[in-house]
């Protein structure tokens, strides 16, 4: 079984920052992505930021220029750096992994969400 535990999540004032943290576990043969997703109430989950592998990023639109996700490899851990942060980035956050998993049927990728962490952004 693997396990994805988020971190870091809080109240900030809008301009501030936050790092979220998060981290694998678990029976683990290789990552191959690991993202952060968020959902605001009322609204459907989106993707944040992506950080594969191979080591290539990609960003929603509304972060771009504002966030960073960076990744230990050696730790199984993913961060998100959250600056310029605004009240619309008020939501719960989650982390994805995409996780190989040595089965009886050989090595096979599943995903793995994290329980979610709140970051509240006042005006």
């Known amino acids: 079984q693997v396990q994805v535990v988020e971190s870091g999540g809080g109240l900030v004032q809008a301009g501030g920052s936050l790092r979220l943290s998060c981290s694998a576990s678990?029976?683990?043969?290789?990552?191959?992505?690991m993202d952060w997703y968020r959902q605001a109430p009322g609204k459907q989950r989106e993707l944040v930021a992506r950080?594969?592998?191979?080591?290539?990023?990609n960003y929603g639109d509304s972060v771009k220029g504002r966030f960073t996700i960076s990744r230990d490899n050696a730790k199984n851990t993913v961060y998100l750096q959250m600056n310029s942060l605004k009240p619309e980035d008020t939501a719960v956050y989650y982390c994805?992994?995409?996780?190989?998993?040595?089965?009886?049927?050989?090595?096979?990728?599943?995903?793995?969400w994290g329980q979610g962490t709140q970051v509240t952004v006042s005006s």
């Open positions: 994805n992994a995409l996780v190989q998993v040595v089965t009886g049927a050989g090595v096979k990728e599943f995903s793995y």
């Open positions: 950080s594969t592998k191979a080591g290539s990023t």
């Open positions: 678990g029976n683990i043969y290789s990552i191959n992505a």
